[in-house]
């Protein structure tokens, strides 16, 4: 049984509405608000197609201040951080010394001398901590500060009737203001491939928040999601989860767990030229030695949802693993994220799935994101 050892105020609010609180990263979480096909179709349709809210406080906040406090961020992560203007965020990767992927981050530049870097379940908590060690920085974990995901195309109107100036928060902008009368951060940030925003508030003020938002957007079709919703969201807009995609889920079967930013496809996060983070040369020693690539599969004329762990053929040869599946009849397809075989990871490979009770189905390669290909849709304006 997992230890909870870190809790959500809106706990009641889930339990009130069906959920068991499950452990996620520490924190007791809303998984499911019931576990039927029908409730995670309708919370899956509501992001596409409105808007829902989901309660992510189980994500690590930590503040990083002080003199050295840039350092210790460009150090431990692959972004470089004096690109980034105070206001803005973006998204980065940390490595361990092997130039293998440990973690994923969010780096929010707060003011001078003034960051924020929100972490997900891997240790890159623990990378920031060691290298501020004995610096003018400190770090401190932040579990006051809740975190709400108000994520599809009605989140902006809804939020526009409080506060007007947000239609105009570009992609990956940070707001400072006031909502339904209490301090708010409000990021243009998510993990759903929509437009949509992070509100971080206060432990005392995430109850009355997530009811006034509720409540506004009622006539808007705004309604509270499980958090599963986001594996299927994220499936078809290309956002890997540490450790579901990983080799720590996946092992190889002759090495250690760990997984390069090339073969994850994640090589983007590094800023050019960038040298001197943890894991660098390393990382730059492995390009062209991939074991495997994650890549997408679609399915060419089922609707079945593909297993996790179903097995990718070719040529009557096992190249790879199916990490997540995704069976949508709002974009009317069956798609998938794996871990495939270099040579195959070419858009219209042709691949049979083996699913787990031996079904055999024809598949192909395919790029992914599979939705917003062109990344418009969560970076629109207005």
């Given at each position: 049984?997992?230890?909870?050892?870190?809790?959500?105020?809106?706990?009641?609010?889930?339990?009130?509405?069906?959920?068991?609180?499950?452990?996620?990263?520490?924190?007791?979480?809303?998984?499911?608000?019931?576990?039927?096909?029908?409730?995670?179709?309708?919370?899956?349709?509501?992001?596409?197609?409105?808007?829902?809210l989901m309660d992510v406080s189980g994500l690590k906040k930590l503040h990083v201040t002080g003199k050295d406090?840039?350092?210790?961020?460009?150090?431990?992560?692959?972004?470089?951080?004096?690109?980034?203007?105070?206001?803005?965020?973006?998204?980065?990767?940390?490595?361990?010394?092997?130039?293998?992927?440990?973690?994923?981050?969010?780096?929010?530049?707060?003011?001078?001398?003034?960051?924020?870097?929100?972490?997900?379940?891997?240790?890159?908590?623990?990378?920031?901590?060691?290298?501020?060690?004995?610096?003018?920085?400190?770090?401190?974990?932040?579990?006051?500060?809740?975190?709400?995901?108000?994520?599809?195309?009605?989140?902006?109107?809804?939020?526009?009737?409080?506060?007007?100036?947000?239609?105009?928060?570009?992609?990956?902008?940070?707001?400072?203001?006031?909502?339904?009368?209490?301090?708010?951060?409000?990021?243009?940030?998510?993990?759903?491939?929509?437009?949509?925003?992070?509100?971080?508030?206060?432990?005392?003020?995430?109850?009355?928040?997530?009811?006034?938002?509720?409540?506004?957007?009622?006539?808007?079709?705004?309604?509270?999601?499980?958090?599963?919703?986001?594996?299927?969201?994220?499936?078809?807009?290309?956002?890997?989860?540490?450790?579901?995609?990983?080799?720590?889920?996946?092992?190889?079967?002759?090495?250690?767990?760990?997984?390069?930013?090339?073969?994850?496809?994640?090589?983007?996060?590094?800023?050019?030229?960038?040298?001197?983070?943890?894991?660098?040369?390393?990382?730059?020693?492995?390009?062209?030695?991939?074991?495997?690539?994650?890549?997408?599969?679609?399915?060419?004329?089922?609707?079945?949802?593909?297993?996790?762990?179903?097995?990718?053929?070719?040529?009557?040869?096992?190249?790879?693993?199916?990490?997540?599946?995704?069976?949508?009849?709002?974009?009317?397809?069956?798609?998938?994220?794996?871990?495939?075989?270099?040579?195959?990871?070419?858009?219209?490979?042709?691949?049979?799935?083996?699913?787990?009770?031996?079904?055999?189905?024809?598949?192909?390669?395919?790029?992914?994101?599979?939705?917003?290909?062109?990344?418009?849709?969560?970076?629109?304006?207005?």
């Amino acid at each position: 049984m997992a230890i909870l050892w870190r809790h959500s105020v809106l706990g009641p609010r889930h339990e009130a509405i069906g959920a068991e609180l499950e452990d996620w990263n520490g924190m007791g979480t809303a998984w499911f608000y019931d576990h039927t096909p029908e409730r995670a179709k309708a919370d899956y349709e509501a992001i596409r197609t409105k808007a829902g809210l989901m309660d992510v406080s189980g994500l690590k906040k930590l503040h990083v201040t002080g003199k050295d406090a840039a350092y210790v961020i460009d150090r431990c992560t692959t972004r470089n951080v004096e690109k980034i203007a105070p206001g803005r965020a973006v998204y980065a990767a940390m490595l361990n010394g092997e130039g293998k992927f440990i973690d994923d981050c969010v780096i929010y530049h707060l003011a001078v001398n003034t960051w924020m870097v929100v972490i997900g379940t891997g240790t890159g908590m623990e990378s920031l901590v060691t290298v501020a060690a004995g610096k003018d920085c400190s770090v401190l974990f932040d579990d006051d500060l809740h975190d709400m995901s108000l994520q599809g195309p009605v989140s902006v109107d809804l939020l526009a009737k409080e506060i007007p100036a947000i239609r105009d928060l570009a992609y990956f902008g940070i707001l400072q203001t006031r909502l339904f009368g209490r301090d708010v951060m409000i990021s243009r940030t998510g993990y759903t491939g929509e437009r949509g925003y992070e509100i971080f508030c206060r432990r005392k003020d995430a109850v009355h928040l997530w009811d006034s938002i509720l409540d506004s957007g009622k006539d808007m079709g705004v309604r509270p999601v499980q958090f599963s919703t986001l594996d299927m969201l994220r499936i078809e807009s290309y956002l890997l989860f540490y450790p579901g995609d990983n080799s720590e889920t996946f092992p190889f079967d002759d090495e250690t767990c760990g997984d390069t930013l090339w073969e994850l496809g994640l090589e983007f996060t590094v800023s050019p030229d960038k040298i001197g983070f943890i894991g660098s040369e390393n990382h730059y020693a492995s390009k062209g030695k991939e074991r495997f690539k994650i890549y997408g599969v679609q399915l060419s004329d089922s609707m079945a949802q593909m297993d996790m762990g179903a097995r990718v053929m070719h040529d009557g040869k096992d190249i790879g693993v199916i990490t997540y599946g995704l069976s949508s009849e709002l974009n009317d397809y069956s798609v998938a994220i794996a871990r495939i075989a270099p040579e195959a990871a070419k858009a219209g490979t042709k691949l049979t799935v083996v699913q787990l009770d031996g079904t055999e189905l024809a598949a192909t390669a395919e790029e992914m994101p599979f939705y917003d290909k062109d990344k418009s849709i969560r970076t629109a304006k207005g």
